[in-house]
Nanobody, 120 residues
Framework: QVQLVESGGGLVQAGGSLRLSCAAS????????MGWFRQAPGKEREIVAR????????YYADSVKGRFTISRDNAKNTVYLQMNSLKPEDTAVYVC?????????????WGQGTQVTISS
């Protein structure tokens, strides 16, 4: 199992920046693909960004491309989300996820989330 704890959320003005962290413990962090998701009030959870186990491959939702950067430090068992040029529509609870597949069995773990609020 993997335990995930997010931090770094808060209230910032539009145009500002935040850096989210997700610290993992338990199973071997470097074997998991890591992702950041977000859920705004009244909306479905959506993917923000993903990063492969090695960090060599990343994916971003169109809405955050060019503004957000996902990275990971396997030595520190931590994944980061650098968020720049923040907009009010980025307001949401941000949650990190660890996932991998061994054979045909998927493994998926979620953190509790951290609130990000962007004021206009």
């Amino acid at each position: 199992q993997v335990q995930l704890v997010e931090s770094g959320g808060g209230l910032v003005q539009a145009g500002g920046s935040l850096r989210l962290s997700c610290a993992a413990s338990g199973d071997t962090f470097s074997t998991y693909t890591m992702g950041w998701f977000r859920q705004a009030p009244g909306k479905e959870r959506e993917i923000v960004a993903r990063i492969s186990w090695s960090g060599g491959s990343t994916y971003y939702a169109d809405s955050v491309k060019g503004r957000f950067t996902i990275s990971r430090d396997n030595a520190k068992n931590t994944v980061y989300l650098q968020m720049n040029s923040l907009k009010p529509e980025d307001t949401a609870v941000y949650v990190c996820r660890a996932d991998k597949v061994i054979g045909v069995r998927p493994y998926e773990y979620w953190g509790q989330g951290t609130q990000v609020t962007i004021s206009s």
